[in-house]
């Protein structure tokens, strides 16, 4: 195969995933810089190095791309909530994994992935629209299930106290990451990642485990 005329930069040919991937980074990168309101289409082909018509290929606008980039951080925690599932012992399926143990543990995961994806909270909750919010709403019931179920098995086994599983799910996931996002705003309070954790581990023993 001849070589690339001098001058002429040589297309790469990458799998469709690393490519989707690589216009994500970008776009990550633009909107830290610009925002989602002033970025563009143009902006992000032109950091990820490749045509306009890629971009739609994977995308059809570009409140998609901050959905995507949404459900690419909730998979991520997803993935280390299943570590924390897999990893308890089946003889603790009645009283540490259905109880505050898993519970707390599931939420200390999530505060630490969320302050590791600080830049991301800021973009979208400090610059995304309407539209873009709602397709990240879709994206949070993952999570909202997930600790939902977690709460209704603990319930079920005695070891929490009764009540509504999705509705305390929904109050911890949201105040968590709204008490992030806070906190890494720039006029933002002045607290720790482990002030969080402390708290949220107060709230879950105070509210949920057994008198």
């Not at 998979?75 to 089946?90: K, N, P, S, W």
């Not at 997930?146 to 911890?172: D, K, S």
């Amino acid at each position: 195969m001849g070589k690339a005329p001098d001058g002429v930069r040589k297309r790469v040919l990458k799998p469709a995933e690393e490519r989707r991937a690589d216009l994500l980074d970008a776009a990550l990168e633009v909107f830290a810089e610009r925002g989602v309101a002033d970025a563009t289409v143009n902006d992000i082909t032109s950091r990820a190095q490749v045509a306009k018509g890629t971009f739609y290929l994977y995308f059809s606008a570009k409140e998609q791309v901050v959905a995507a980039l949404w459900e690419r951080y909730v998979t991520g925690y997803m993935d280390l909530a299943q570590a924390v599932l897999t990893d308890r012992d089946e003889s603790d399926a009645l009283t540490d994994q259905a109880g505050t143990g898993v519970l707390t543990e599931l939420l200390e995961r999530l505060i630490d992935h969320a302050v590791e994806n600080a830049e991301l909270h800021r973009i979208v909750y400090g610059s995304a629209d309407a539209k873009a919010l709602a397709l990240c709403a879709e994206t949070n019931q993952r999570v909202i299930d997930l600790l939902a179920e977690a709460i209704e098995r603990g319930m079920n086994a005695g070891t929490l106290r009764p009540g509504h599983p999705q509705v305390f799910a929904r109050i911890l996931y949201h105040g968590a990451h709204a008490t992030l996002h806070d906190a890494s705003s720039e006029s933002g309070p002045s607290y720790t990642r482990a002030d969080v954790k402390t708290t949220v581990q107060t709230i879950v023993q105070r509210t949920l485990a057994p008198a």
